[in-house]
């Protein structure tokens, strides 16, 4: 027999399918800022949430990924299965936003998404339409603009950043306020903020969360929030393992959703990452708890929104000084492929003459249509503080880094998963079984250039990337660029099994 708990989920989730629906054929239908911002509104609870800007302050390309490896249901549906699971019309902007499939058409047609200046015009909409909003930053911000340019005055305004920093919400984070408290229209709102647990300075307990749940829920909290940075698949486990949680904002994947995931009556929204959404919810109270609840996935498409003025001010322009220019499209996103991983991993052979090249997952970085050129900003954000640096290792060793990113990638535990792709080589082939055991999902090791396989006691020159340490990777990909002018580049095969 179901929970009241899960009834009353059940419950607000037909009511969410409803409006969503009927927002989407408008948002479909028209094209325009009035439309991005088309919104009925409910209750008198307002949050919005955004994510995981890792840096990115001007408007960008990021095609959204062809193939995520895990269960078939969200947030791993892709292409045709993410249309039909949210009703998206195809070669529709929401198509362009939400798929890969046609994206460098769909792109150059619907123009780059994102942009702080955007953003902050979107917030300030929504703030001047609806007094006391609650703007809530999930955190990998990667910049300090962030804070500056989209914190509003407002009394009920909190940052609440979710990672170790001072002002962050982090209850798994020693001596950091596990929770901020809002009472917009007088209902007590609790924001309790989780950082993410692979950091140095954090851990993680269940059994410790749920009691400052009940805390706040003791203390008077009538709708409780998590402003999470554990990853989507880790806030689908507290939705299931954890009691009195209302709303969960999944942080650090990167998954953008329509409609909120619905897990045993706790709501989950996921806003992307690099700016492209900001989502609005919309939660009515009523004998003290939450009734209703109502989404609103916002794409910030910036040539619709009209960039803040004074924010635009801010951002600048940004180094568009160009290196060279993409031959084929370079994005990031899927869970074994990728070609901006194959090109850094191409550019560190080229550079170093090593025999293989391991790159592992970017955190950040924009796609370059075909024909598009390179800019030195682009090669900044793939780059980061990273430096190319070589090593001998055996062919064992080779094996042990990839099991640990294959671990970190696949693991069962969804509170062990570091990301939600896998390192990349360059020079070199594998097959991987990604639901294998920890230890045992990498083999049939391939060096390209001989195509005989590398024995485990064998040594080979391999580039790698670290902190301190040899070539700046910027440098290293300006020369490769620089010196060919058009660029392509092919990830190199890599089997999955099962």
Same mark, same amino acid.
């Given at each position: 027999?179901?929970?009241?708990?899960?009834?009353?989920?059940?419950?607000?989730?037909?009511?969410?399918?409803?409006?969503?629906?009927?927002?989407?054929?408008?948002?479909?239908?028209?094209?325009?800022?009035?439309?991005?911002?088309?919104?009925?509104?409910?209750?008198?609870?307002?949050?919005?949430?955004?994510?995981?800007?890792?840096?990115?302050?001007?408007?960008?390309?990021?095609?959204?990924?062809?193939?995520?490896?895990?269960?078939?249901?969200?947030?791993? #549906?892709?292409?045709?299965?993410?249309?039909?699971?949210?009703?998206?019309?195809?070669?529709?902007?929401?198509?362009?936003?939400?798929?890969?499939?046609?994206?460098?058409?769909?792109? +150059?047609?619907?123009?780059?998404?994102?942009?702080?200046?955007?953003?902050?015009?979107?917030?300030?909409?929504?703030?001047? +339409?609806?007094?006391?909003?609650?703007?809530?930053?999930?955190?990998?911000?990667?910049?300090?603009?962030?804070?500056?340019?989209?914190?509003?005055?407002?009394?009920?305004?909190?940052?609440?950043?979710?990672?170790?920093?001072?002002?962050?919400?982090?209850?798994?984070?020693?001596?950091?306020?596990?929770?901020?408290?809002?009472?917009?229209? /007088?209902?007590?709102?609790?924001?309790?903020?989780? +950082?993410?647990?692979?950091?140095?300075?954090?851990?993680?307990?269940?059994?410790?969360?749920?009691?400052?749940?009940?805390?706040?829920?003791?203390?008077?909290?009538?709708?409780?929030?998590?402003?999470?940075?554990?990853?989507?698949?880790?806030?689908?486990? #507290?939705?299931?393992?954890?009691?009195?949680?209302?709303?969960?904002?999944?942080?650090?994947?990167?998954?953008?959703?329509?409609?909120?995931?619905?897990?045993?009556?706790?709501?989950?929204?996921?806003?992307?990452?690099?700016?492209?959404?900001?989502?609005?919810?919309?939660?009515?109270?009523?004998?003290?708890?939450?009734?209703?609840?109502?989404?609103?996935?916002?794409?910030?498409?910036?040539?619709?929104?009209?960039?803040?003025?004074?924010?635009?001010?801010?951002?600048?322009?940004?180094?568009?000084?160009?290196?060279?220019?993409?031959?084929?499209?370079?994005?990031?996103?899927?869970?074994?492929?990728?070609?901006?991983?194959?090109?850094?991993?191409?550019?560190?052979?080229?550079?170093?003459?090593?025999?293989?090249?391991?790159?592992?997952?970017?955190?950040?970085?924009?796609?370059?249509?075909?024909?598009?050129?390179?800019?030195?900003?682009?090669?900044?954000?793939?780059?980061?503080?990273?430096?190319?640096?070589?090593?001998?290792?055996?062919?064992?060793?080779?094996?042990?880094?990839?099991?640990?990113?294959?671990? =970190?990638?696949?693991?069962?535990?969804?509170?062990?998963?570091?990301?939600?792709?896998?390192?990349? =080589?360059?020079?070199?082939?594998?097959?991987?079984?990604?639901?294998?055991?920890?230890?045992?999902?990498?083999?049939?090791?391939?060096?390209?250039?001989?195509?005989?396989?590398?024995?485990?006691?064998?040594?080979?020159?391999?580039?790698?990337?670290? /902190?301190?340490?040899?070539?700046?990777?910027?440098?290293?990909?300006?020369?490769?660029?620089?010196?060919?002018?058009?660029?392509?580049?092919?990830?190199?095969?890599?089997?999955?099994?099962?």
């Amino acid at each position: 027999m179901p929970t009241r708990r899960e009834v009353l989920g059940q419950t607000i989730a037909a009511g969410v399918g409803f409006a969503l629906s009927a927002r989407r054929a408008v948002a479909q239908d028209r094209y325009d800022q009035a439309a991005l911002l088309d919104f009925y509104p409910l209750g008198d609870i307002t949050l919005l949430h955004f994510s995981d800007l890792r840096g990115m302050v001007l408007p960008h390309h990021l095609r959204p990924a062809a193939v995520r490896y895990g269960p078939d249901r969200v947030p791993n #549906l892709t292409g045709e299965a993410m249309r039909i699971r949210y009703g998206i019309g195809g070669r529709t902007p929401m198509d362009a936003a939400m798929t890969a499939e046609g994206f460098d058409a769909l792109g +150059a047609v619907y123009g780059p998404m994102g942009g702080l200046a955007q953003m902050a015009t979107v917030i300030g909409a929504i703030r001047s +339409a609806r007094p006391g909003t609650i703007v809530l930053d999930g955190g990998g911000s990667g910049t300090a603009l962030a804070g500056h340019l989209l914190k509003p005055e407002a009394e009920t305004f909190d940052r609440a950043v979710p990672q170790p920093s001072p002002g962050a919400l982090a209850a798994n984070a020693a001596d950091q306020p596990d929770h901020a408290t809002f009472t917009p229209g /007088g209902a007590q709102v609790a924001v309790i903020g989780l +950082a993410d647990p692979h950091r140095p300075d954090t851990g993680f307990s269940l059994a410790a969360l749920q009691q400052t749940i009940a805390a706040r829920r003791a203390a008077g909290a009538q709708v409780v929030v998590l402003l999470s940075q554990m990853g989507f698949e880790a806030d689908r486990a #507290l939705a299931s393992g954890l009691e009195g949680v209302d709303v969960i904002f999944s942080g650090r994947s990167g998954h953008a959703l329509p409609e909120p995931e619905v897990v045993g009556g706790t709501h989950i929204v996921a806003s992307g990452a690099q700016g492209r959404f900001v989502t609005r919810v919309d939660i009515a109270v009523k004998n003290g708890q939450m009734a209703d609840l109502r989404q609103g996935l916002i794409p910030i498409f910036s040539r619709l929104i009209r960039p803040d003025a004074a924010a635009l001010q801010v951002v600048g322009a940004g180094d568009d000084t160009p290196v060279g220019t993409a031959a084929d499209m370079l994005h990031h996103r899927d869970s074994f492929s990728g070609t901006w991983k194959a090109l850094i991993g191409d550019a560190m052979l080229a550079e170093t003459g090593a025999d293989v090249a391991l790159v592992p997952p970017l955190r950040a970085a924009e796609t370059i249509l075909p024909g598009q050129p390179i800019l030195s900003r682009h090669l900044a954000q793939v780059s980061g503080d990273r430096h190319v640096a070589k090593r001998g290792l055996t062919g064992a060793a080779i094996a042990v880094l990839l099991e640990a990113a294959a671990h =970190a990638a696949f693991a069962e535990d969804p509170f062990a998963r570091q990301d939600t792709r896998m390192m990349r =080589a360059a020079g070199l082939s594998f097959a991987i079984a990604p639901g294998a055991a920890e230890g045992t999902r990498i083999s049939d090791l391939t060096l390209r250039a001989t195509g005989r396989r590398l024995d485990p006691v064998e040594e080979v020159t391999v580039a790698l990337l670290q /902190g301190r340490d040899g070539a700046p990777l910027a440098q290293v990909l300006a020369r490769y660029i620089t010196r060919r002018g058009q660029v392509t580049a092919t990830p190199a095969p890599v089997t999955v099994q099962g």
